[in-house]
């Protein structure tokens, strides 16, 4: 692979925006590597890009599993140039029915997960002294609603983490990029069970949804900056959504 195509590695690559980012930057010369625990939909976003793509399996709850896909990433590629952080699970209720099994998941996945794939490539980065990394938040980290807390807090958790990475490795020429996008087709309302919550979810994403491409476009509009350039935040709502 020619050292001048950069790779981006893309975690929860499957679903979400995932997709429509790895479609994006494909397509704008980045070599892909798409990583999520679904084969199937990874197969078949791999069969929509060119030769300059692979995937992996892991699963982002566990830090070995994340380290492992890293070490498999660069045996086939020369290093990770870029960081997308796309993984996220949106399982709402209120708190008084008690999930907490699901309250563990999101913080496992939304913000435990993104704190392991970001500890596998910084030091590769720090080294070279060149990276960005991009994480994908939400609108939820900066409106809370009933039966949003926990990803709410989990989405304002990668709010905090990002600002403190990217003061950390401003000296290091890392840059780091958060990205808040509001509902887009195919987001996580799907997961809940409730139907209280399944109409409440509808009528709040009753705007038109974000394509994923549109967040692949807010992503790649990030890396093309010049490297003295950091574009910290984007947020990014359909024009009709209120929240």
Not at 84 to 111: C, H, K, Q
Not at 114 to 121: K, Q
Not at 171 to 193: A, K, L, W
Not at 199 to 217: C, H, Q
């Amino acid at each position: 692979m020619s050292n001048s195509i950069k790779t981006a590695l893309i975690t929860g690559a499957s679903s979400g925006a995932g997709p429509g980012i790895a479609k994006v930057l494909n397509r704008n010369g980045y070599y892909v590597i798409l990583a999520s625990r679904q084969e199937i939909p990874l197969k078949e976003t791999l069969s929509d890009l060119d030769n300059n793509a692979h995937y992996h399996l892991f699963d982002v709850r566990h830090k070995k599993s994340v380290a492992e896909m890293v070490d498999a990433a660069l045996e086939k590629i020369d290093q990770i140039d870029i960081l997308v952080n796309n993984m996220g699970i949106m399982p709402l209720s209120r708190f008084a029915e008690r999930e907490v099994e699901d309250w563990d998941r999101m913080i496992d996945v939304n913000l435990r997960g993104m704190l392991y794939t970001i500890d596998a490539v910084l030091p590769g980065m720090m080294k070279r002294k060149t990276g960005h990394i991009v994480n994908i938040s939400s609108v939820a980290a900066h409106s809370v609603h009933p039966s949003t807390a926990v990803y709410s807090a989990t989405k304002a958790g990668v709010k905090a983490l990002s600002e403190g990475l990217r003061k950390e490795m401003s000296d290091e020429n890392i840059r780091v990029t958060t990205i808040y996008p509001g509902g887009i087709d195919s987001d996580p309302p799907r997961s809940v069970s409730d139907e209280i919550l399944i109409a409440g979810m509808k009528g709040r994403y009753s705007a038109d949804l974000l394509e994923p491409e549109v967040i692949g476009e807010a992503v790649l509009y990030a890396l093309m900056q010049p490297e003295n350039v950091c574009v910290s935040d984007i947020v990014i709502r359909p024009t009709r959504q209120k929240i």
